[in-house]
């Protein structure tokens, strides 16, 4: 096995998180990794001595883009391994153009995202969120399915927005429940739908019957403001949105007026914008639960990140492809 060198860029800070002793140790044994200290920047004389013999970027958040100035200085640069999700933003035209191999943790990032929706769906369905702020007023018992309708999971039908990969993570961890599962994908036939063992449905239909909805779409311009005021208003009185993915799938003036009437509830962990302003009424509303996007890898988790990214860097050592390559031609359809 040949020991590629390697070359980090991102952020100097997540090296920290991505990276504990044993994930380094693993790294030193399959790669050559002359410098710790990750690149910020592709313009500087440090910048020109590492990547002349690079023949992998190991990248993350905050990654410059990788344009044809940077690819000028890196010859031998094979690879670009993405401990993180999402490439569009540092992989450019011009990588593709060369050839380089990308290949992305995407798909370790889903898992994270996936577990707070599962734990969301389900606690919405208690109406856990609304029931806390019930019984701190209260505190006293109250027969609690009449102080909040609709409480349960049993046979709760459930809307995914998307069969990506946080979507299909979705499904895989819902499976032990006694949910029906509805999903809205263009790109899902009913033969997948049928082996996924969910009901394949159109978006409006979905809007219409699920008790919680939940979006898995990438941020596309076909898929801006995906759900708009009429989309919205589809949304049965009671049901809960649940945001994992993107603000912008979401018309913000028409969802703010839906929460503020208090038809329907809402889990949002991406906002348009983001963050929002100190007004925004969706800081204070009772059936709003607002995370600041946390819901893809943070902390521990990205460790699961550089765990994947190294995997396919001991791939490339071995002279195989990569299990995790990001194809060029799915980009349009990627987030």
Same mark, same amino acid.
């Not at 690079?54 to 958040?61: I, K, P, Q």
């Not at 006293?140 to 049993?154: D, I, S």
């Given at each position: 096995?040949?020991?590629?060198?390697?070359?980090?860029?991102?952020?100097?800070?997540?090296?920290?998180?991505?990276?504990?002793?044993?994930?380094?140790?693993?790294?030193?044994?399959?790669?050559?990794?002359?410098?710790?200290?990750?690149?910020?920047?592709?313009?500087?004389?440090?910048?020109?001595?590492?990547?002349?013999?690079?023949?992998?970027?190991?990248?993350?958040?905050?990654?410059?883009?990788?344009?044809?100035?940077?690819?000028?200085?890196?010859?031998?640069?094979?690879?670009?391994?993405?401990?993180?999700?999402?490439?569009?933003? %540092?992989?450019?035209?011009?990588?593709?153009?060369?050839?380089?191999?990308?290949?992305?943790?995407?798909?370790?990032?889903?898992?994270?995202?996936?577990?707070?929706?599962?734990?969301?769906?389900?606690?919405?369905?208690?109406?856990?969120?609304?029931?806390?702020?019930?019984?701190?007023?209260?505190?006293?018992?109250?027969?609690?399915?009449?102080?909040?309708?609709?409480?349960?999971?049993?046979?709760?039908?459930?809307?995914?927005?998307?069969?990506?990969?946080?979507?299909?993570?979705?499904?895989?961890?819902?499976?032990?429940?006694?949910?029906?599962?509805?999903?809205?994908?263009?790109?899902?036939?009913?033969?997948?739908?049928?082996?996924?063992?969910?009901?394949?449905?159109?978006?409006?239909?979905?809007?219409?019957?699920?008790?919680?909805?939940?979006?898995?779409?990438?941020?596309?311009?076909?898929? %801006?403001?995906?759900?708009?005021?009429?989309?919205?208003?589809?949304?049965?009185?009671?049901?809960?949105?649940?945001?994992?993915?993107?603000?912008?799938?979401?018309?913000?003036?028409?969802?703010?007026?839906?929460?503020?009437?208090?038809?329907?509830?809402?889990?949002?962990?991406?906002?348009?914008?983001?963050?929002?302003?100190?007004?925004?009424?969706?800081?204070?509303?009772?059936?709003?639960?607002?995370?600041? %996007?946390?819901?893809?890898?943070?902390?521990?988790?990205?460790?699961?990140?550089?765990?994947?990214?190294?995997?396919?860097?001991?791939?490339?050592?071995?002279?195989?492809?990569?299990?995790?390559?990001?194809?060029?031609?799915?980009?349009?359809?990627?987030?």
């Amino acid at each position: 096995m040949s020991r590629p060198r390697i070359v980090l860029a991102m952020v100097p800070y997540f090296t920290a998180e991505l990276f504990s002793d044993a994930l380094w140790a693993r790294l030193d044994a399959c790669a050559e990794v002359p410098e710790r200290e990750p690149l910020t920047a592709f313009a500087d004389a440090r910048a020109a001595q590492l990547l002349a013999h690079a023949e992998v970027l190991l990248t993350s958040w905050g990654c410059p883009p990788i344009d044809r100035a940077a690819l000028a200085l890196a010859p031998r640069l094979r690879a670009v391994v993405h401990a993180a999700g999402t490439v569009k933003a %540092h992989v450019t035209d011009a990588c593709w153009e060369r050839g380089l191999s990308i290949s992305s943790a995407a798909a370790a990032n889903a898992i994270p995202v996936a577990e707070y929706t599962v734990a969301a769906i389900l606690m919405v369905n208690k109406r856990l969120f609304r029931l806390n702020q019930r019984y701190r007023a209260l505190r006293q018992f109250r027969w609690w399915p009449a102080e909040a309708p609709g409480l349960g999971n049993y046979r709760k039908v459930v809307g995914l927005v998307g069969a990506s990969a946080v979507g299909r993570a979705v499904i895989e961890r819902l499976r032990p429940f006694d949910l029906q599962i509805l999903v809205a994908d263009p790109y899902l036939d009913a033969a997948a739908a049928c082996e996924l063992g969910v009901e394949l449905v159109e978006l409006d239909a979905l809007l219409s019957r699920a008790d919680v909805v939940s979006l898995h779409a990438p941020a596309l311009p076909q898929t %801006h403001h995906l759900l708009d005021a009429r989309r919205l208003a589809l949304l049965r009185d009671g049901a809960t949105l649940i945001n994992t993915a993107r603000g912008a799938l979401v018309d913000h003036d028409a969802l703010q007026r839906e929460l503020l009437s208090g038809r329907i509830d809402a889990v949002i962990d991406t906002t348009e914008p983001e963050v929002l302003p100190p007004d925004s009424p969706l800081y204070d509303l009772p059936n709003v639960f607002l995370t600041p %996007h946390v819901a893809g890898a943070m902390g521990s988790e990205t460790q699961r990140l550089a765990a994947l990214a190294i995997d396919e860097i001991e791939r490339f050592a071995r002279g195989e492809p990569f299990r995790h390559a990001v194809v060029h031609s799915d980009l349009p359809r990627l987030a």
